[in-house]
């Protein structure tokens, strides 16, 4: 079945050291999403891609980074996590103004 | 400002206690209305897309509408499998494929 893939799907890390979580797909979209959810609010959009070009939220911390090697894969680096960015991080596809489909995502602890 | 609005924020039904569920919007040109469930610890399910005023959706014991304000998500003879959070997402024209997300209603299904 084609689908998103996130791993890991649970990631513990210390304060300040970083972290890199990733994202495959298997639908062929040429747009690629990453969303930050914290409990009981609203997915966040972070950046997201469109085939290689990249688009970042104003709002989005210098801490994140992200890369796409390719149409199937795309990274989520947190260079320096904080205590407020424990969240659990969704990667999402889609083809340009479809809907958009979601990965099961990846719960990060910070300690 | 472009927001999305979802209420109630919770909702308890008894098994077979047909209801609806709100998401009203306010922004500059409404490309698409799309609905997600999503079970704790998953990531979002899509569900269905709205384009314009006055079309409707059915899967299942979910029916969506979209009037120029609002869209419903009614829900019949709701079954315990149906308790997730309810999110109501909104593209808006000019903003390529971004969703911008309500904060979801939370629906818990008892028998």
């Known amino acids: 079945d084609a689908m998103v893939i996130q791993n890991p799907r649970y990631q513990v890390t210390q304060f300040g050291k970083p972290v890199t979580l990733s994202c495959s797909q298997t639908l062929n979209h040429n747009v690629m999403y990453w969303y930050q959810q914290k409990s009981s609010q609203a997915p966040k959009l972070l950046f997201h891609y469109y085939d290689k070009d990249f688009n970042n939220e104003a709002d989005t911390p210098d801490n994140f980074q992200s890369r796409r090697p390719n149409t199937s894969f795309c990274f989520l680096d947190i260079r320096s996590p904080g205590l407020g960015d424990a969240a659990m991080y969704l990667c999402a596809t889609s083809r340009i103004y479809n809907e958009q489909f979601f990965g099961p995502g990846t719960r990060l602890t910070v300690l | 400002e472009d927001q999305v609005t979802q209420s109630p924020e919770a909702l308890r039904l008894q098994e077979g206690e047909s209801s609806s569920l709100n998401c009203s919007y306010t922004?500059?040109?409404?490309?698409?209305l799309f609905w997600y469930r999503q079970d704790p610890g998953k990531g979002p399910e899509f569900l269905f897309t709205l384009y314009s005023a006055g079309e409707e959706k059915e899967k299942e014991r979910l029916k969506a509408t979209l009037t120029k304000k609002e869209s419903f998500l009614h829900i019949t003879a709701p079954k315990p499998e149906d308790s997730a959070t309810y999110l109501c997402a909104v593209q808006i024209t000019g903003t390529a494929s971004k969703l911008t997300f309500g904060t979801g209603t939370r629906l818990q299904v008892t028998l």
């Open positions: 922004v500059s040109g409404l490309r698409g």
